[in-house]
């Protein structure tokens, strides 16, 4: 994997870069939408392509190894050919799903032991064993395997969860390095800086993930339900640590303003639910601000749903069509709505990318955060 | 609205035609995808013309009466602005969804009286009615306002039904020739033959529609239980007596069986749930047979779900991915079946039509029932 930073705002820390991977490249800043069981709900593979752009998908860990697991996965010659997907793909680790999904579980130094929110059958999680999962799923960019902790929560509680996520990571990294890929294109390992909403465990765990020079950094447990604010203070605290040369990856993050303010503070890489997940319920985030599309209002408002952003379904289909889909509770609203949110928000980081380069970014974002997230 | 016969097959009744309409050209034998809510489920209107290759699809009265209501879709300026699809609509007449769908209905000599399944709300249907709101949602072909009586039936009950419906008829006829289309174009209108499974019922039914001389005309109560030998029995009976010079549309049939043997016995065209409802279940019509995708069978099958249809739904993905994606409940899963199923449905006309042109239907036809319904 390479990264090139080919521009830097000269009034925040955003940068224009591009990630270099043997199933294509990446232009950064990126959004990844969410392919939680192999596929972008509601969303065809091509649509991903063509409609989208979408340059990069995530995959869980926790949802692949449970369906359809690592037999049919590897006999398919990994998540790529099974999906007939073959841009990038990367995988978390299957931590945050251990804790948000699983009824019970148990964290032990050596592991988590969790049951299956499918068929309660219980299963074992290791640092070395999730490694071995994500080899055979054959994501060009993984994930160490790491507890990811709530909001709020105890600063003891932090540093321990901490200390064993920089301990599990250690065994993370024997084992990736010791192990080869599956099917011939290379993987590479992101590591995750942990520490909650404290500065000095940030400081600190920031440092540690540092001092293991992977190819890239990830930035964990924000977004989990701490006040914004708070979320850039670690975010800008800990972008001023890790290495600047490396991409950094904020998870989960985050609603149109957060990622415009996350690049602002040195962030490459984002991927979050919400643009799908909230296009589910009606909700449409568009150039023009957000509409709850079941509100009376749209009833017979028949201009397209977003002019301005282009492509079919954001302009073939009206607001009252849609509205109507909606309420009717027809499959294809999930389809127009999610196709819409994702092209809005690789629309975004894309803007977001020629004004960096522009050398206009600061400028834009304030403005553009206002636009965007306006209730229309 | 013209039909024209292109070809006739000398072993059987078939015939290769075409429908002139306003909104383009619909070749037969056809199959007509139903777009019950505005929607054909979980299928884009784009893949409807680009991969299923849709001539015409359908909507449904009593759902596009209840919501989005008329206000709405005459605002809109119709149903094909509405929901974005510019190619012909054909209405059913709503008869079929008060009997089946709404909780509690009084049939009348004046009309019916029926709650909504959406919200309990008491409405009134009258043959003026329909025609009225087949007029507001401006469909291509609509369709008389009848009563299809289910199966079994008393004889008494299905006489006294049918003569209602002979009866409402010609009050549609009044109301439809007394008024004109809301949007420019023509419409026109299909009577629709009842009489249950009672050949001197049908015979006489099939003589009294004849006598409107509509410009095509619908046999219905069929495929609604009945012993597909039945069916066949009553269509072979009402086809000849209809005018063979008109267009003759089986409703709600069928299988794939179902629908090659009907196109022997003269029908020019046909709708049917099955595609798109059977496709959410799971179950796919290949070129080689019929395939529960849930089946273990599957599970490691990367074969393209059906190489000899073509197109990329049915090529890009494999069976084990369908499968998983089935099994995990994904909306995709709906999508991929329901556009690769829609596709074999008018794969299968499309190749009936050149048969017939080419002579030789009935041989054809005979071995492509036992290919296409076999299990697989």
Known sequence: ????????????????????????LIETPIFMPVGTAGSVKAVHQRELTDDIQAHIILGNTYHLYLRPGLDVLNKAGGLHQFNSWQKPILTDSGGYQVYSLSGTRKIKEEGVTF????????????????MDIQRIIGADIIMAFDECT???????????????????????CDRFDS????YGYSQTLFPIVQGSTFKDLRKQSAEVIASFEREGNAIGGLSVGEPAELMYEMTELVCGILPAHKPRY????????????????????FDCVMPTRNARNGMLFTTQGIINIKNEKWKKDFSPIDEMLGGYVSTAYSKAY???????GEYLAAQIASVHNLTFYLWLVKQARQQIIAGNYAAWKNKMVQQVMQRL
């Open 250 to 269: 904020l998870m989960g993050v985050g609603t149109p303003a957060n990622i415009l303010e996350a690049i602002a503070l040195g962030i490459d890489m």
């Open 322 to 328: 849609l509205r109507h889909l909606v309420i009717s």
């Open 179 to 182: 192990t080869s890929p599956e």
């Open 150 to 172: 709530p909001y709020p929560c105890e600063f003891s509680y932090a540093r321990k969860s901490m200390e064993m996520t920089h301990r599990w990571l250690k065994r993370c």
């Open 1 to 24: 994997m390479n990264f090139d930073i080919h521009a830097k705002d000269t009034h925040c820390n955003a940068r224009a870069g591009s990630i270099t991977t043997e199933h294509g």
């Open 115 to 130: 049951k299956s929110h499918i068929d309660g059958s219980t299963h074992h999680f290791s640092p070395e064993y999730v």
